[in-house]
């Protein structure tokens, strides 16, 4: 991958100088251009980094070593950069507060120019949201590429949805060489092969408590809407969803059961003027598009009137439906494994079952 | 004068025969022991002389050799003591024209000359008749487990006094009449399925479990009755039949824990407790071997409480004997190798905290930690348990109006016709169950039809099954259509069989 004098002058400024964001900002509005900050740094450096005696390497070959070093790294590892001066720059991203100066990729480039939009829940999500986030997700990757991270629950039923089609998006908390949480590494390298992985840190650098924090900027940055899944009355989520509303993107959520604490901050996202979703359809509509129409299943009797039963009542344990259909227990759960596999229903736990729509 | 007596000791559950030689000379009084006997066998000569002075009998005050042959088997244990003594009594002249020679004498003697039960007797008798002895002293209080030989002339003695009594004609001892076996004779278990409320998934798994010899992994919070269901599951297995009864007699016999009918009549149960060592899983011991908990579980069912909380080595330990239906074990007092054939029945809570997918509460663990907490049971441990079922948290009566509970004799009758359908079908395979197919045995006899294949594979692609997961479905499948006397392998079957793999989804 070529990179222009400016776009090199960029990655060397954000990877070879100890300088944190503030100052970079600052240089970077001093200097006429990023290049003259890589050819005459003594000029400007002096101004805002006070007291930092060596910020930058003092003789200019190192320092163009150094930016092609960093730049041969990059190539090695299969990543590449984006600069906020780059074409491929994410329009929607130089409108958030802090916009990220580079943008580290792995994977399909291509996917940063189209439009995206981003599902999130928490880590520990009740089973039914999880299930219809997959499917919501699968759904609307056929007109969006979806964004989000890479953790459990939440994130984890977004990828599963989205990650067959390669519509995926995937913002790390930490640098495009590490993994977090270290168990989903395989899970990491399927989105790499399929989708993108993106992080604004450099590849070497681990997550930190704050990392989250700012990753979450970038979801809702890079995306037009926003859905929340599930979250709780504390859940970082809201963090997502309320940069979504500081950025003047569409924030969507499910609705959960009045009391269900991990749902809470869902319901609160509703109340204060969130758009209530209940399938990828209503997504869609206000954007002004249509899902293609999914051929029906075919349900023998039985397994639409378990179906109904469940439609009618949400959660259910296997005997209270057995009962209610006056057939053994073990019959039913066969049924509702067949549904389960047609994807109309979902296994709660504990043998209960929810109907997913 | 040289005397020879018979005796047996124990390799494994093989009885070996051991000669004791005794060899009384003029001299100075002198007693030896030769021939690998251990500290056991040596402090006979103190019971021995005490015995026979309170029997009325003498101890010769001359120049004594015992040898026990062969002499490179390390004999054990105080089962020699008999033998001793009578071999003493024949060598000093106190058994003039008494034949001993095609008895076997067995048992420990107690200081005032009583006969007391040795441990591993049935399993020395049947090596005995298998070696072609036909006459056996024993204690009396053996007299339970040996009633069941059959084809010998067994007596039973209370003291050394009878033995020798009977021995010269004075006061012969009746030989054991044999004794027919009843299955359950000696059933004392109050467990049964009728008492288990509610729980229909769960009663629904066990009876499949069974029928198809499948192992069982339950999941459940602390507290919802998966130990009453496991304890119920011997109630539902096919009776014993007097093969079966009579190995797992010997094993129980060799470990010593027979208890008071001497053979056992009903499957065994045994439940380790999770400290439990490996050592004690598979068996061992200092010098000579015993069978371990997996053995002592043969022909029955081996419960582990709390699957993860045991050691993951003692866990792995299980993974060959699973396979094998048996287990070697080497010490440096010989390898033996102990039959192993047990189902394995598991419990375990679903989460650390317990609450994960309840209803009620509210499951407080990360992901990470209940990740951490599944991983501890190992994926080829899971591979071999076909059968995974959630125990419910949620009083029964808050769900259906108090139905009539099928009792366990009920159910049996199911399970022993899915199990004659079995025998049947696999008449030339050299298996009994389902469980027990290999692939050969799955493309022979569990042929999908087009339609179970396809259910087969959305369930694979909906619910992220592993791709190990496909044949212990097909087999659970197989035994479900048993169940319901069904030739084919309907979809009802395919589906319900699904829905018994909820590990491999999370």
New interface residues.
């Given amino acids: 991958m070529n990179y222009s004098a400016e776009e090199r002058a960029y990655l060397w400024l954000c990877a070879c100088t100890q300088t944190d964001y503030r100052e970079r900002v600052a240089l970077l509005g001093r200097a006429p251009s990023p290049v003259a900050l890589l050819e005459t740094p003594e000029k400007y450096f002096p101004a805002v980094c006070k007291g930092e005696a060596c910020a930058y390497h003092s003789e200019r070959e190192k320092r163009e070593a150094e930016a092609d070093a960093f730049l041969g790294e990059l190539a090695r590892k299969g990543y590449f950069a984006v600069t906020l001066v780059s074409d491929a720059y994410p329009e929607s991203l130089k409108h958030i507060s802090l916009p990220p100066l580079v943008l580290f990729g792995a994977g399909r480039r291509e996917l940063l120019e189209k439009r995206k939009f981003c599902i999130v829940g928490s880590?520990?999500i009740p089973?039914w949201a999880e299930k219809l986030g997959r499917t919501m997700s699968e759904e609307i990757a056929e007109k969006f590429v979806i964004v989000t991270g890479l953790a459990?629950?939440g994130d984890n039923a977004a990828i599963?949805g989205a990650l067959p089609s390669g519509n995926l998006i995937s913002v790390l908390p930490c640098g495009l060489d590490e993994c977090y949480?270290a168990?989903h590494a395989s899970l990491k390298e399927r989105i790499r092969r399929g989708g993108l992985l993106l992080s604004e840190l450099l590849p070497s650098e681990t997550a930190k408590k704050y990392s989250f924090h700012a990753r979450n900027r970038l979801l809702a940055g890079l995306s037009e809407g926003v859905l929340v899944l599930a979250a709780g009355a504390k859940s970082g989520t809201l963090i997502t969803a309320n940069c979504a509303l500081d950025y003047g993107r569409d924030v969507f959520a499910l609705p959960h059961n009045v009391g269900a604490?991990?749902g809470e901050g869902c319901n609160e996202l509703i109340k204060k003027g969130a758009y209530l979703a209940t399938g990828s359809a209503d997504i869609l509509s206000a954007y002004g598009m249509e899902r293609t129409q999914k051929v029906r299943q075919d349900l023998t009797p039985d397994e639409a009137r378990a179906l109904e039963i469940l439609r009618e009542t949400g959660?259910m344990?296997?005997?209270?439906i057995?009962?209610r259909m006056g057939m053994?227990?073990?019959?039913v759960?066969?049924?509702?494994?067949?549904l389960?596999?047609?994807?109309l229903a979902v296994?709660?736990?504990?043998?209960?079952y929810s109907a997913v729509s | 004068m040289i005397a020879k007596i018979v005796c047996y000791t124990l390799l494994g559950l093989e009885g070996v025969p051991v000669e004791v030689e005794t060899d009384v000379n003029r001299g100075v009084p002198s007693y030896d022991m030769v021939g690998l006997p251990d500290t056991a066998v040596k402090e006979s000569k103190e019971r021995v002389r005490s015995a026979l002075k309170n029997s009325g009998l003498l101890f010769p005050m001359n120049r004594i050799t015992i040898n026990f042959a062969p002499a490179d088997i390390r004999k054990e244990g105080a089962g020699f003591d008999l033998a001793v003594a009578i071999s003493l009594l024949k060598a000093s002249d106190q058994l003039v024209g008494v034949n001993v020679g095609d008895t076997v004498f067995l048992g420990e003697l107690a200081l005032n000359g009583d006969l007391r039960p040795i441990a591993g007797l049935l399993p020395i008798l049947i090596s005995a008749k298998g070696h072609g002895f036909t006459r056996f002293v024993i204690p009396a209080g053996n007299s339970e487990e040996a009633r069941y030989l059959g084809g010998a002339e067994i007596y039973p003695a209370k003291t050394l006094q009878s033995v020798v009594r009977h021995l010269v004609g004075t006061e012969p001892i009746a030989p054991l009449d044999t004794a027919v076996f009843v299955p359950h004779a000696g059933a004392r278990t109050s467990s049964d399925l009728k008492f288990v409320k509610?729980q229909?998934?769960a009663r629904?798994a066990i009876e499949i479990a069974v029928a198809g010899g499948h192992n069982l992994l339950m999941i459940?919070p602390p507290g919802t009755g998966k130990t009453m269901l496991a304890r119920c599951l011997p109630t539902i297995m096919p009776d014993l039949s007097f093969e079966e009864a009579l190995e797992i007699t010997k094993i129980h016999s060799v470990a010593g824990v027979l208890g008071e009918e001497g053979i056992v009549t009903e499957r065994p149960f045994r439940t380790p407790h999770h400290t439990a060592t490996t050592v004690s899983m598979c068996g061992g011991g200092n010098k000579t071997v015993h069978p371990g908990e997996m053995s002592l579980a043969h022909g029955g069912v081996l419960f582990l409480d709390e699957l993860p909380e045991y050691q993951r080595s003692t866990l792995e330990a299980l993974r060959q004997p699973l396979e094998d239906g048996k287990i070697t074990v080497s010490r440096a007092g010989g390898t033996v190798t102990f039959p192993a054939r047990f189902m394995l029945c598991a419990s375990m809570n679903?989460c650390p905290c317990g609450n994960?997918?309840?209803?009620e509460r509210?499951?407080t663990c990360?992901?990470?930690e209940i990740?951490r907490y599944r991983k501890k049971v190992s994926g080829p441990l899971l591979d071999r348990i076909d059968l995974q079922v959630?125990v419910?948290?949620?009083a029964?009566d808050d769900?259906?109006?108090g139905a009539e509970q099928e009792s366990s004799k009920a159910v049996k009758e199911r399970v022993d016709r899915a199990r004659r359908i079995q025998r049947n079908r696999f008449e030339e395979s050299g298996i009994l169950t389902n469980a027990e197919m290999g692939e050969r045995e799955i493309a022979d006899f569990c042929g999908l039809s087009r339609e179970g294949d396809e259910?087969l594979r959305?369930?694979f692609e909906?619910?992220?099954l592993s791709a190990r997961a496909r044949g212990r479905i097909i087999k659970v499948a197989r035994t479900i259509a048993d169940l319901d006397s069904s030739e084919e392998i309907l979809?009802?079957?395919v589906?319900?069989a699904?829905?018994y793999r909820?590990y491999d989804?999370i």
């Fill in positions: 880590r520990i089973p459990e629950g599963e949480p168990a604490s991990r959660e344990h296997t005997a209270a057995a009962e053994p227990a073990y019959e759960s066969a049924i509702l494994s067949a389960e596999i047609k994807g296994k709660a736990g504990g043998n209960q | 509610g229909p998934m629904r459940g679903p994960f997918g309840s209803s509210t499951c990360t992901p990470a990740r959630e419910d948290d949620i029964y769900l259906t109006a259910i959305a369930a909906r619910m992220h979809p009802k079957h589906f319900e699904v829905s909820i989804k």
